[in-house]
């Protein structure tokens, strides 16, 4: 069981160490191509939202847009605050906090 | 000129290093310990729990992972999706190589490993400032850093399994909260709105139609070719 893990956890680092470490490795040699670059700029926000969308706005498998939806209640705030901050560190506990005040109304 | 004039220039960058990870740290703090208390709730033992952390570090994929176990997703998408995660980290890795011209060639592998969301956006503003030894300074920072994520995760476990036996349901809102504050720093253009809008509608529509978690990477790629398409055609 565990070993199945095991091997998630090495496929996970590799796909996590080679898109660090061999731009900052290679790039005095090798160029990216530019078509790839224009691509990878909108692979960055697009997959973030792809994951938040799904998280914010699907409850137990149906679209769910209601004042029941804490984490979509939550999240506007959490945006304001992200937006103003740019801090990974005060939005993640001020998110938590939100989310809570919500929980309680 | 000596060696040792060398050698106490590295000692500055690698003490100023160290002193500027300490907010880095506290970013991870909150992260890592959901992380390791989150992580004990999938079937991943404690060793692969902390384990991941120090072969992997990386704050959004590990709890993209563990919630993708939770969800009782398949091995694949889960490594596929870490990927598409990381891609962002090409950018980064890239425009911080325009710093380390003069850095030893060896460190290069090893400081492309400790490059994260929060050693990147601190790193890039404060590297400016160190007159010398650029690579080593984020090095030493990055080091720290990622000691400061395995102990953080480390925290969680031991909070998860030893303090705390009940669950805290606003824990599961740091991986949102997470993305929102990524997907922010994303953002640069106006094009990057579109293609995040058109990819946040597909990742709801194909969660209805694909199994598993294939709606993420199919939005994903499908809204970046979009974007590149569009910007083409204006």
């Known amino acids: 069981m565990q070993s199945k893990y095991i091997l998630m956890i090495l496929g996970m680092t590799l796909v996590t160490y080679i898109p660090r470490m061999l731009p900052v490795t290679l790039l005095s040699k090798v160029k990216i191509p530019d078509i790839l670059v224009r691509i990878l700029k ?12 799904p998280a914010l706005f699907i409850t ?21 605050t992200a937006y103003f901050t740019r801090s990974i560190f005060t939005t993640v506990f001020l998110g938590m906090l939100y989310l809570y005040i919500f929980t309680l109304i | 000129m000596g060696r040792e004039f060398f050698i106490l220039n590295y000692k500055k960058s690698i003490i100023s290093g160290f002193k500027k990870s300490i907010p880095v740290i506290l970013g991870y ?18 060793y692969l729990i902390v384990g991941m952390s120090i072969f992997v570090f990386a704050g959004s994929s590990q709890l993209i992972a563990v919630n993708m176990l939770t969800a009782q997703a398949a091995l694949i998408p889960i ?66 850093a990622y000691l400061g994520w395995v102990f953080s995760s480390l925290a969680g476990v031991i909070i998860g399994r030893y303090i705390l036996n009940f669950e805290i349901p606003v824990i599961g809102f740091v991986l949102p909260a997470m993305f929102i504050i990524l997907l922010i720093l994303q953002i640069n253009e106006k094009m990057d709105i ?16 694909l199994p598993g978690n294939w709606n993420i990477i199919v939005a994903t790629v499908t809204a970046a070719v979009a974007g590149v398409v569009i910007e083409n055609a204006i």
């Open chain 1, 60 to 80: 137990e498998g149906a679209v769910d847009i209601s004042l029941s939806n804490h984490y979509l209640l939550a999240a506007i705030p959490t945006f304001i």
């Open chain 2, 79 to 144: 490594v596929m999706t870490t990927f598409l995660v990381n891609l962002r980290h090409i950018l980064m890795s890239a425009s911080l190589s325009l710093h380390f011209k003069n850095t030893p060639q060896k460190l290069l592998p090893i400081i492309g490993f400790v490059i994260t969301d929060e050693s990147y956006a601190l790193g890039n503003t404060l590297i400016k400032d160190e007159e010398e030894n650029k690579g080593i300074f984020f090095l030493a920072m990055g080091l720290s």
């Open chain 2, 194 to 209: 579109v293609v995040s809008i058109m990819a946040a509608l597909l990742s709801i529509v194909f969660y209805f139609i």
């Open chain 2, 29 to 46: 703090m909150p992260i890592g310990i959901s992380y390791g208390i989150l992580a004990l709730q999938t079937d991943l033992s404690p």
């Open chain 1, 42 to 53: 909108f692979v960055g926000p697009a997959i973030l939202a792809s994951l938040l969308a």
